[in-house]
Structures are given as structure tokens and as C-alpha cells.
């Protein structure tokens, strides 16, 4: 069984009628419960529960202390290559889009990680565009080898691999995968991925669970939100997220709650996801899954995130660039997307500790 069995449960669901079936009893029972069914989760992502975010809010900031204490881990991501061979409508890095193509030399990724271990971190998060040819498993591998001089955690942001290729890239020093299914509603994903090897649906959506039972220590899923109701695809996002805790406890599993930004290709998303619909996500999901990790990227801009930092988060990133050899490269190109918020580690780290948290720089050492 895979999580696609699953998801087939709810795909053809009616949730509209779910949500104009439920009252505000409903709400307010679900929020005082201890354990949520999958069904009081998606109660929570209502219209219905928008009245009683601030009940929502009080409830998942204990639950966020009572697990995770006053905490921010800071990371940031390293783009190794921007080559892709997808066609993905809404990405910036897409085979159609005309950018200056490249890749890093090992000597660069050095120059890159020495720039970043300078700033105190210790996570880091690479990233590649969709290329097995230019962006072999083996130059990962070799880049990793590289980066664990730097950074006690390296996680990956790159196309599904097999079971044994994950099992490489942790043997070689990786830990952690972060996979964006992008839209799990199975139609609208199609769409979104027109041509290449990504519209294989099922091999996406079952990476996570490949790279669970390779050994992985961390998991990171999402969806980008924008591309399809948000409702749904969070919805979605956390059954994913508790079928992986269920089925592989020793996993330590997070969610990621992207929005669509500003991109080489200028696609406009379909769907509009507010402030207040992203916050709402946030606090359903922390309810729902009291011990899952939440990360805050710099997708969102500065007073957001900031915010955030009370509502459930736990990861954020900090000093990033999307272009790839951004950091040492005057010339630097395309970004993938356009970051909103541009603050540094140190103006980070002064922020989280002005909100009476600590900011996190390492919680992980790889034997």
C-alpha cells in the first residue's frame, strides 16, 4: 500500500457539501479535542473555522511549545544547477524559458558553502532543476561530499529517485528530503506538468515514502499553493504528512505551505491564497499534527513571517538566494522565483530572539 491508495479515499469526495454541512459547534468540539480524526482536519480548513482562528491560534501555540519549545531552526538553500527538462507551466526554471543555463564546478560550491558557513549555519538545503543529465545522483553525491565539510545537516531539493538512490545520497551524508508534489489533485497536476518526467504522478508522490524506508531522517512535504483550492491540497498535504508518521515513526516529518511568486514566465496562479487563508493552513495543521515540523520560507514577506513565529512555526530560512552561485557569482543568474523576504542570518537571528525565541543554527550531527 501507498500513500496513492489513500489519497484515492478523498479524491472524489464532495467537500463542498462537507463544509456547508458543518456548524460552528462542530468548529468549536474539533478545536477542544486532543486527537484530531482526518475529518476534524479538514473541519478546521473550512470557511466555517475562519471565525475562530484566535481560538485556533491559542491552541496550536501551546501545542507548538509543548513540542518544539520557544524554537526557530534556521537554514538556507544552496541552488547547485538550474537545468530542467519539465515543462511546468508555473516554474521559473522550466525548459521553455529562455535563461542563462548553469551549473556549479565543485570549486564553486565550495566557494558558495564557505560563504555560508560563515554566517554560522549549519543546515543547508540544495537544490537542482529537473535534469538527470546535468545534475547526476553522482555530482549530488560529490557535492555533498564537499558541503559536509560545512554543514553538520544537508537536506535535498531535487527530481524523485529511486529507493537506492536515496540510499546513496544518505550514505554519501544527506539527511533530509524536502518534495514538493506541487498539486495532489491528480487532474490539475497533469495540466501543471504538460511534458517531461515529472508528469509521472505517482513516482512524485511516492518519493517521500522511497526515501523513508531508505532511511532518511527528516521528510519535508508540499504543495504549492495557488495552483488549485488550497483548501483541498492542504487538506491532502497533511494526510500525506500522517501517513508517513504512522507508517515510519522514527521519521522526523514537516510541511511546507508555499505560495506562488513572481517568476521568469510571469504565470499567474489560478487561485488567490491569502494571508489569513495561509494562516489558517498553518493552525489546522498543527492541530492536527501537534509533533510535525512547519517551515516558513522567504517565499513570504518579513511582518508574515514574523507572525508566524508564535502560530506554529519551526524552520525558517534565512540569507537565501535562488540563483544558483548567487552568492559569489556578480553576474548571478535567473532566480527561480523572486524572494519577498531578502533579510540576512544575523538580522534574522536578532528578529527571532526580539520574539523571545531562540534561533536555532544546528540540532543535527551526523556520525
Known amino acids: 500500500m501507498s500513500f496513492y491508495e489513500e489519497y484515492k479515499k478523498f479524491s472524489d469526495n464532495d467537500f463542498s457539501a462537507f463544509f456547508n454541512e458543518l456548524e460552528d459547534q462542530d468548529i468549536r468540539r474539533i478545536i477542544g479535542k486532543s486527537r484530531l480524526t482526518e475529518l476534524d482536519y479538514l473541519a478546521l480548513l473550512s470557511p466555517r473555522a475562519e471565525k475562530y482562528l484566535e481560538e485556533m491560534a491559542q491552541k496550536a501555540h501551546h501545542l507548538t511549545l509543548q513540542h518544539f519549545g520557544r524554537t526557530i531552526l534556521l537554514y538556507t538553500p544552496l541552488y547547485l544547477a538550474n537545468y530542467c527538462v519539465n515543462s511546468c507551466v508555473y516554474c521559473g526554471f522550466q525548459v521553455h524559458n529562455k535563461l542563462d543555463r548553469k551549473k556549479l564546478s565543485l570549486t564553486e560550491v565550495e566557494a558558495e558553502a564557505q560563504i555560508i558557513a560563515g554566517t554560522g549555519l549549519k543546515h543547508i538545503l ?43 545520497l544518505i550514505q554519501a551524508g544527506v ?43 527528516s521528510v519535508n512535504l508540499g504543495a504549492l499553493l495557488g495552483l488549485h483550492d ?47 487563508n495561509l494562516v489558517q493552513y498553518i493552525l489546522a495543521f498543527r492541530l492536527f499534527m501537534p509533533r510535525g515540523g512547519i517551515t516558513i520560507s522567504t517565499r513570504e514577506n518579513p511582518q508574515l513571517r514574523e507572525h508566524l513565529i508564535k502560530l506554529g512555526a519551526t524552520k525558517m530560512s534565512a540569507g537565501s538566494c535562488t540563483a544558483v552561485g548567487g552568492r559569489t557569482d556578480a553576474a548571478k543568474s535567473t532566480g527561480q522565483f523572486d524572494i519577498s523576504d531578502e533579510r540576512d542570518v544575523a538580522t534574522m537571528t536578532r528578529v527571532i530572539y526580539s520574539h523571545g525565541y531562540q534561533p536555532v543554527f544546528k540540532d543535527w550531527q551526523t556520525i
Open 126 to 168: 540544495i537544490l537542482t532543476g529537473e535534469s538527470r543529465k546535468h545534475s547526476s545522483v553522482s555530482y549530488i553525491k560529490d557535492c555533498t561530499e564537499v558541503l559536509k565539510k560545512y554543514f553538520t545537516s544537508i537536506g535535498i531539493e531535487v527530481y524523485p529517485l529511486t529507493e537506492q538512490e536515496y540510499a546513496d
Open 175 to 217: 539527511d533530509s528530503l524536502t518534495m514538493f508534489q506541487e498539486a495532489y489533485n491528480e487532474q490539475v497536476y497533469l495540466d501543471m506538468h504538460p511534458a517531461g518526467p515529472k508528469r509521472d504522478y505517482q513516482f512524485r508522490l511516492n518519493a517521500p515514502e522511497r526515501a523513508c524506508k531508505a532511511g532518511m531522517r
Open 230 to 276: 488550497w483548501r483541498t491540497e492542504a487538506f491532502f498535504t497533511g494526510l500525506h504528512v500522517n501517513y508517513l508518521q504512522n507508517n515510519y515513526p522514527d521519521v522526523e516529518v514537516s510541511i511546507s505551505p508555499p505560495r506562488m511568486r513572481p517568476h521568469l514566465g510571469g504565470f499567474n496562479p489560478p487561485v488567490d491564497v491569502s494571508d489569513k
